[in-house]
């Protein structure tokens, strides 16, 4: 049981931040491990449409509004997608499987965001100073 | 006729993908210059900005060829032809058109979902809805996977209709699915910041 072994963040940026393994599933297949951002200012999860293209995601005809810094409004669509926490150091017993779960697809590069719709099914236990979380 | 001041809900409600591909029609179209009349003419942009058949961008070009033809056919026949205020007729047009380059030139927010594709999601759902009653009626309590304004798949389920879609498409890409007839959502209000400074690549 790793019920509370802690994560470490990632180092890839500086400060580090918060990742975990995830893999998008849905008809068409399954992406390779992709390095995901917990992000608890991400209202939904974002995901970049190449890769819902990639794995035949349904684009659900639902849109959702945001707002950028500079005021301008900017629509973007709804994808049904399915999400699983494929990291290795992901704690037994803490849910890894969202099917079909509803994610923004944005166009360009873009990094894979867990907003607060995933992010509500955790526990999560934040150490800055350590560079590392739990979750449970 | 959507004047300058009208193109941001203009481009809003038609997507800027649809008016570019009016401009490239209207340049490759051969206008009646010797009986013009103007209220056809305007009828002609209007439709040509709803049209969805012409694929792939429209050249900057094309747009000045438009603004010199109209240019040219106001001022040689409406005056003559039409007792109209010919100078405001022909700014309205030639106008309408610049807009449309400058917002061909400097894509700014009305481009929704950011995609520079000639065909984006937008696109997919306006056709939708204007064959929104008589899908309903072809496929009722059906899921439909539309392609390019185009059914490509039926279904019970909407992963069955988009099964049946990829299927007949045979590459990978993600399907606009609804159940025939139903109305496209409201857009969800969202109090996320997107297009956030969320990573910094350089720091001085």
């Given at each position: 049981?790793?019920a509370?072994?802690?994560?470490?963040y990632s180092?890839?940026?500086?400060?580090?931040?918060?990742?975990?393994?995830v893999?998008?599933?849905?008809?068409?297949?399954?992406?390779?491990?992709?390095?995901a951002?917990?992000?608890?200012g991400?209202?939904?999860?974002?995901?970049?449409?190449?890769?819902?293209?990639?794995?035949?995601?349904?684009?659900?005809?639902?849109v959702?509004?945001?707002r950028?810094?500079d005021?301008?409004?900017?629509?973007w669509?709804?994808?049904?997608?399915?999400?699983?926490v494929?990291d290795?150091?992901?704690?037994?017993?803490?849910?890894?499987?969202f099917k079909?779960?509803l994610?923004?697809?944005v166009?360009g590069?873009?990094?894979?965001?867990?907003?607060?719709?995933?992010?509500?099914?955790?526990?999560?236990?934040?150490?800055?100073?350590?560079?590392?979380?739990?979750?449970? | 006729?959507p004047?300058?001041?009208?193109?941001?809900?203009?481009?809003e409600?038609?997507?800027?993908?649809?008016?570019?591909?009016?401009v490239?029609?209207?340049?490759?179209?051969?206008?009646?210059?010797?009986?013009?009349?103007?209220?056809?003419?305007e009828?002609?942009?209007i439709?040509?900005t709803?049209r969805l058949?012409?694929t792939?961008?429209?050249?900057?070009d094309?747009?000045?060829m438009?603004?010199?033809?109209?240019?040219?056919?106001?001022?040689?026949?409406?005056a003559?032809?039409?007792?109209?205020?010919?100078?405001?007729?022909?700014?309205?047009?030639k106008?309408?058109?610049e807009?449309?380059?400058?917002?061909i030139?400097?894509?700014?927010?009305?481009?929704?979902g950011?995609?520079?594709?000639?065909?984006?999601?937008?696109?997919?759902?306006?056709?939708?809805?204007?064959?929104?009653d008589?899908?309903g009626?072809e496929?009722?309590?059906?899921?439909?996977?539309?392609?390019?304004?185009?059914?490509?798949?039926?279904?019970?389920s909407a992963?069955?209709?988009a099964?049946?879609?990829?299927e007949q498409?045979?590459?990978?890409?993600?399907l606009?699915?609804?159940?025939?007839?139903?109305?496209?959502?409201?857009?969800?209000q969202?109090g996320?910041?997107?297009?956030?400074p969320?990573?910094?690549?350089?720091?001085?």
């Amino acid at each position: 049981m790793r019920a509370m072994s802690p994560i470490c963040y990632s180092q890839s940026e500086f400060p580090p931040f918060p990742g975990l393994r995830v893999e998008l599933e849905h008809l068409l297949g399954v992406t390779d491990p992709l390095l995901a951002k917990i992000d608890t200012g991400a209202t939904r999860t974002v995901v970049p449409a190449a890769l819902l293209d990639q794995v035949g995601a349904i684009r659900t005809g639902r849109v959702v509004s945001c707002r950028s810094y500079d005021g301008r409004k900017r629509e973007w669509p709804l994808y049904e997608v399915t999400l699983h926490v494929t990291d290795d150091r992901w704690p037994d017993g803490v849910r890894r499987l969202f099917k079909n779960t509803l994610a923004l697809g944005v166009a360009g590069p873009a990094e894979v965001l867990l907003g607060r719709d995933i992010l509500a099914a955790w526990h999560l236990h934040l150490d800055g100073p350590r560079s590392r979380y739990r979750v449970e | 006729m959507p004047g300058t001041d009208d193109l941001s809900k203009t481009l809003e409600t038609y997507g800027r993908a649809k008016l570019r591909r009016a401009v490239n029609e209207l340049a490759q179209q051969e206008l009646p210059s010797s009986s013009l009349d103007l209220s056809g003419l305007e009828a002609d942009i209007i439709d040509a900005t709803r049209r969805l058949l012409i694929t792939g961008e429209v050249s900057s070009d094309s747009v000045l060829m438009c603004i010199a033809y109209f240019d040219g056919a106001t001022q040689a026949d409406l005056a003559d032809s039409f007792s109209i205020a010919e100078g405001t007729v022909r700014k309205r047009i030639k106008g309408f058109l610049e807009a449309v380059v400058r917002e061909i030139n400097e894509p700014g927010e009305t481009g929704a979902g950011g995609d520079t594709d000639a065909w984006t999601w937008r696109d997919d759902h306006e056709a939708y809805e204007r064959e929104r009653d008589s899908l309903g009626r072809e496929y009722p309590g059906c899921y439909i996977a539309m392609h390019r304004g185009e059914v490509i798949g039926v279904g019970d389920s909407a992963n069955e209709a988009a099964r049946e879609g990829l299927e007949q498409l045979d590459r990978p890409t993600s399907l606009f699915v609804i159940r025939a007839g139903d109305p496209l959502p409201e857009p969800e209000q969202l109090g996320m910041q997107m297009e956030a400074p969320r990573s910094m690549v350089c720091e001085q």
